[in-house]
């Protein structure tokens, strides 16, 4: 059961975006998540941070929000980032997640636009060029690396 760690500006919609083209991508994803009904969702976005968890879930249809388990914590908040996640936040706040969920072997993958937020290279890195968000080909990608997985 692979696990999909999600931001949202730049992947589900254009980074800095009128909010009237805020989650336009999101049918590509959804439909993406449709083929893989074991993945789970944890959100990555800074959104986490203005808004309530149960906002968040309103914004996907019933069925995937039905696949969202969480939230990561801040970086800010973590006790013990090991060296080798020190300066790359997101990356750090996906392994603390699944530490304190008690999966920290199980396989995921995380779609974001901002590569810096990762190690150089990471295998778990599923990169969206932000300009545009997920395009159907790459929620096609998605799907596929996601089957891979599970």
């Known amino acids: 059961m692979p696990i999909l760690f999600l ?4 992947v589900l919609h254009p980074e800095h975006c009128h909010e009237s083209r805020h989650f336009c991508c999101l049918p590509i994803l959804e439909d993406a998540l449709r083929q893989v009904p074991e993945c789970q969702i944890v959100i990555t976005s ?3 941070l203005e808004q309530s968890y149960e906002t968040l879930r309103k914004r996907f249809s019933p069925d995937i929000a039905a696949m969202i388990e969480g939230v990561t914590p801040r970086y800010c908040d973590l006790a013990n980032v090991p060296n080798t996640l020190v300066g790359y936040e997101r990356e750090a706040e996906c392994h603390a997640w699944l530490w304190a969920n008690k999966v920290p072997h199980r396989y995921w993958v995380a779609v974001d636009d901002r590569s810096w937020l990762y190690r150089p290279f990471a295998k778990s890195l ?3 060029c932000g ?3 997920l395009t159907e080909h790459q929620g096609a990608q998605l799907a596929e690396c996601l089957r891979a997985l599970g």
Do not use: E, I, P, S
Not at 7 to 10: C, M, R
């Open 131 to 133: 300009r545009t968000g």
């Open 126 to 128: 599923f990169l969206v």
């Open 7 to 10: 931001d949202f500006d730049g």
């Open 46 to 48: 800074t959104w986490r």
